[in-house]
């Protein structure tokens, strides 16, 4: 099937938020709820939300300030759609509209860094993170233990 790419969030394109946040659960992400979701994806410079037979089956979001740095966050494939590339190719759009920041950054889930890692990505040295849930973040690997 033909998948139809969308790159704003607008009147004509609108969101079913609930239906994003299914996405994420399911992707899997974690919960993020449709009212978190409907804020920062207004806050993000660049969309993507891919749609197969009208189901949304992938998303993600670029932060960008136009020209220093855009930080390329929340990509999301149905499991249905996982393994067929569509990862591949929203991180990819994402990148093309960051063109022209100074960096791009990507934060990634603990043991997915070898999939970035053949985008292009490279392993930061000296990123640093405050997280809400410091011990959940630890356990996960997100950020070492002092």
């Not at 969309?47 to 992938?58: A, F």
């Not at 603990?110 to 930061?124: H, T």
Request: charged share 30%; glycine share 8%.
């Amino acid at each position: 099937m033909a998948l139809e790419w969308r790159h704003a969030i607008d009147a004509v394109n609108a969101v079913d938020w609930d239906e994003l946040s299914r996405l994420y659960e399911i992707a899997p992400l974690g919960h993020k709820p449709p009212e978190s979701l409907k804020q920062v994806y207004a806050a993000s410079l660049f969309k993507c939300l891919v749609y197969e037979d009208g189901r949304l089956v992938g998303a993600g979001r670029a932060l960008a300030d136009g020209l220093d740095c855009s930080y390329i966050c929340d990509v999301a494939v149905h499991p249905e759609r996982q393994g067929t590339g569509l990862g591949r190719e929203i991180v990819a759009a994402l990148v093309e509209r960051s063109r022209g920041h100074k960096k791009i950054i990507l934060y990634a889930v603990a043991g997915k860094e070898p999939f970035y890692r053949k985008l292009g990505f490279r392993r930061m040295k000296t990123a640093m993170a405050i997280f809400r849930d410091e011990p959940l973040a630890i356990a996960r690997g997100l950020v070492e233990e002092d």
